[in-house]
């Protein structure tokens, strides 16, 4: 079955500290995978698509095809990093059809 | 220019009452997607419009549920007979690409 997983519903770090907000999922084909985050009163809004490789506000995450995870990191955690993070996977090339995680809140604490 | 609309923003309702939820996507975006967000659920994926395919509407939890989209443009999402389990906030996306846009949501509460 798809599925995507975020193990922490919670996850609180001190500012400056680093921080990895687990994602991994179950697909047998090649999926493709990002990362959506929502800060305090906002939408819901793209932050990392793994084909980009790219790095966002200090944030990368690498697809581990073996371990089949899509973990997201930063160094030096910010307090504007405070949000709720989502992992989501797109199975069929052209639909971009996700499939959500459950969500991680991040807070970082002053 | 202007993002996803959504109407209402918050809508409060009696149980068994149908209630219609409103989606303006961003013009020219060929799909458009309906999500569920509930506590603890994470964002639930309801049913997919894309051009002028018949839409997928594979995530739709019961069939107290429908949606269309007329012209290719505004959605609407329509839950009949509201029971107390549907409350949440809808969100709706659209895109022409990869990038899911999303509106502000729509808060529903049934009472």
């Known amino acids: 079955a798809q599925r995507v997983t975020q193990p922490e519903k919670l996850l609180s770090v001190f500012k400056g500290a680093p921080v990895e907000l687990k994602c991994n999922y179950s697909?047998?084909?090649?999926?493709?995978l990002f990362w959506y985050v929502q800060y305090s009163r906002q939408r819901l809004q793209l932050l990392l698509r793994h084909i980009s490789r790219e790095s966002i506000k200090g944030f990368t995450a690498d697809l581990n095809k073996g371990e089949t995870s899509f973990h997201l990191k930063k160094p030096f955690a910010q307090e504007e990093d405070s949000a709720m993070y989502y992992c989501a996977l797109s199975t069929t090339s052209g639909t971009y059809k996700y499939i959500f995680g459950t969500g991680t809140r991040l807070k970082v604490l002053a | 220019g202007a993002g996803v609309s959504q109407s209402p923003s918050n809508k409060v309702t009696e149980k068994g009452k149908d209630v219609e939820l409103r989606c303006d996507p961003i013009s020219g975006h060929t799909a458009l997607y309906w999500y569920r967000q509930s506590l603890g659920q994470g964002l639930e994926f309801l049913i997919y419009f894309q051009g002028n395919s018949a839409p997928d509407k594979s995530g739709l939890p019961s069939d107290r549920f429908s949606a269309e989209r007329t012209g290719g443009s505004v959605s609407t999402l329509t839950i009949q007979r509201t029971q107390q389990e549907d409350s949440a906030v809808y969100l709706c996306a659209s895109s022409h690409a990869y990038e899911q846009y999303f509106g502000p949501g729509t808060r529903l509460t049934v009472t």
């Open positions: 697909y047998s084909g090649s999926p493709e």
